[in-house]
């Protein structure tokens, strides 16, 4: 399911702004901005569809019903894409105002727009967890074949996404873009098909929950208690030892004390009457409280990735916009320019299955970490090759312009005499780094996330990708506007844009060190084997 929904997805997203520049009348700047607010609400819903497979749907029946979703909405840009009456008279000179899209026709794209954004956000949310959930992280066989299957989820993403910009981009440019649409139509409804032919043999999530609303009661229990004092001793707080209730019991930590009022079970403050039986949003479990410090604890690293997506967003835009000045053509066949993002998928395609047979092992036998390195480790690295891959695209930018410059072709619509495989470096770089980055925070946010919160923690990952785009967008106007214009015209000869690469590199290097910060401050969940099927209270003798 995944390799197929990810062909759809990646296989529009690498050729939107084409679309929407060329069929939809619509300037540059605002088709990437337009493309990055797309990329960035498909992941930030990713956060709705985390909860919503933690609380109120399976893990399966979260992927089928957003499936369908994201089938409606490529199904309605299909439609759109296929009648020249849904769209705007198409633009032939660019030195002329073009008609833009009327309010219907902008209404049928921006509707199709986002239901393929939210539909892929229930997707991308719930479908790793219920691989996930295919393993026994306790067992110690299953616990490596659960690290090894982030890997695997990640190489059918890529082998999905390598069709997508090949095959699927090379229908939209020579078929149509009604071809193009059609073809992720059909697509994403044999993915929604072939998962259910799987749901025989799945091991299905058990409800437990919204771990929004436990957030939430924490929370409050804490500022009602927030006189009380706080014990020394774990066992004179509040928690519940029942396999039934939670699979999991967390031990305390240091970090947040102040939380740990909330399982303080205190009678002279209460009564007697409300001390046998306090109200949840009075008293809270410490694996309740863990919970939420875990929360807490994860948002710096989030934040602190955020800023590599911000950098991919740029790969997927005016990168694209580069590929299109350049000579597409090796070995006689012309590469459309949306198919230049198969350098980096490729590579990750080879490079994916020699870290998982070769460099795990190995760094396995070193460490004893079943998974090799650890995972904040394995995001590190990632940030490394995204400072370095930035750097690169500013050094090919100047080098595309130079080339410009020097045939007289600064305003000129033709291709330049440059291969647009100069700019697969950048490309191959990043690609190493997004698969040591997403991989490293899919696997983080699953292990760190609690038993009942794994599907919001997971989200996570995606939610650093959503902020990434959106960011993307404002760092793009203020940019424009600090600078006096390096991205503000359409025309990329006369643009600054090596200097904005150059910028993005030097601002990605600062956030790797906040990240080293955040990384090192981080304390790794401790989970408590549980000894007891009853129900165990500590706490109420004490006080």
Known sequence: ???????????????????????????????????????????????????????????????VLFGFLEFLGYALLTVQAHFDQLRPTPCTDISKQCEAANTGQAAILYTGLYLIALGTSGVKAALPLLGADQFDSKDPKEAVQLSSFFNWFMFSLTGGS?????????????????????????????????????????????????????????????????????????????????????????????????????????????????????GPWRLSTVTQVEETKILLRML???????????????????????????????????????????IPLGFNLIFIPIYERIFVPLARRITGIPTGIRHLQRIGVGLVLSTISMAISGVMESKRKSVAVKHNMVDSNEPLPMSVFWLGFQFAVFGLSDMFTLVGLLEFYHAEGSAGMKGTSTALSWFSLAFGYFISSVVVEVVNKASGGWLASNNLNRDQLNYFYWLLSGLSAVNFVIYLVCASWYKYKNVEEMKQEEISIHGSAAN
């Not at 702004?17 to 930030?44: P, Q, R």
């Not at 436990?214 to 030892?241: C, F, T, W």
């Not at 934040?303 to 005016?318: H, K, R």
């Open 162 to 278: 390598i069709v997508g910009v090949t095959f699927v981009v090379w229908i939209s440019s020579k078929k149509g873009w009604d071809w193009g649409f059609g073809v992720c139509t059909v697509a994403v409804l044999f993915a929604i098909v072939l998962v259910c032919i799987g749901k025989p043999f799945y091991r299905d999530n058990a409800l437990k929950g919204s771990p929004i609303i436990r957030i939430l009661r924490v929370l409050a229990a804490s500022i009602r208690n927030r006189y009380l004092p706080i014990p020394r001793k774990e066992d004179e707080l509040y928690e519940v030892y029942d396999k039934g209730t939670q699979n999991e019991n967390l031990q305390r930590t240091n970090q947040f004390r102040f939380l740990d009022r909330a399982a303080v079970h205190d009678m002279t403050t209460w009564g007697a009457s409300a001390a046998m039986t306090p």
């Open 300 to 342: 710096p690293i989030v934040l602190s990735t955020v800023f590599i997506n911000t950098c991919l967003a740029q790969l997927q835009t005016f990168s694209i916009q580069q590929s299109m000045t350049l000579d597409t053509r090796i070995f006689g066949f012309e590469i459309p320019a949306s198919s230049l993002p198969v």
């Open 1 to 63: 399911m995944e390799g197929l929904e990810n062909m759809a997805f990646i296989a529009s997203a690498v050729s939107l702004v084409t679309y929407l520049m060329g069929y939809m009348n619509i300037g540059l700047t605002k088709s990437v901005n337009t493309v990055t607010n797309f990329m960035g609400t498909s992941f930030i819903l990713a956060l709705l569809g985390g909860v919503i497979a933690d609380t109120f749907l399976t893990r399966f029946t979260t992927c």
